[in-house]
C-alpha cells in the first residue's frame, strides 16, 4: 500500500511565506507526476501546482510567481514553497502522485493539511 502524508501547514499572516512537504511511502516503484492541489470551504478543489518526474511544472495562474513546487525522487517527496501568501490562499492542501506499483498505475491522494492565512 501507498501513503502519502503531508505537514508544514498552519497560521500565517498575509505576505508571509509556508513550505509544504508531501512523503510518499510503501511499496513504490515509480513515481510519475506529482502535485498539489487545495479546496476552501464551499468551493471545488483546484490544481495549486503540480511537476513532473523530470522536473517540468506547471501552475494555477492565481499562485504563479508566488508558490514553487519541486520534488527530490530519490527521496520520494515533494514540497510547495509559498510566499506572499494572502486571505484567498486559505485553504486544505492535499499532495497527490501517480504511482506504478507492480502493474497497477494509479492516483493516490494524502490527508491534507491547513492552511490560514490570516490577521
Known amino acids: 500500500q501507498v501513503q502519502l502524508v503531508e505537514s508544514g501547514g498552519g497560521l500565517v499572516q498575509p505576505g508571509g511565506s509556508l513550505r509544504l512537504s508531501c512523503a510518499a511511502s510503501g511499496s513504490i516503484e515509480i513515481i510519475h507526476s506529482m502535485a498539489w492541489y487545495r479546496q476552501a470551504p464551499g468551493k471545488e478543489r483546484e490544481l495549486v501546482a503540480r511537476?513532473?518526474?523530470?522536473?517540468?511544472?506547471n501552475y494555477a495562474e492565481s499562485v504563479k510567481d508566488r508558490f514553487a513546487i519541486s520534488r527530490d525522487n530519490a527521496k520520494n517527496t515533494m514540497s510547495l514553497q509559498m510566499n506572499s501568501l494572502k486571505p484567498e490562499d486559505t485553504a486544505g492542501y492535499y499532495c497527490?502522485?501517480?504511482?506504478?506499483?507492480?502493474?497497477?498505475?494509479?492516483?493516490?491522494w494524502g490527508q491534507g493539511t491547513q492552511v490560514t492565512v490570516s490577521s
Open positions: 511537476i513532473s518526474r523530470d522536473g517540468s511544472t
Open positions: 497527490s502522485a501517480i504511482i506504478t506499483i507492480a502493474t497497477s498505475l494509479r492516483k493516490y
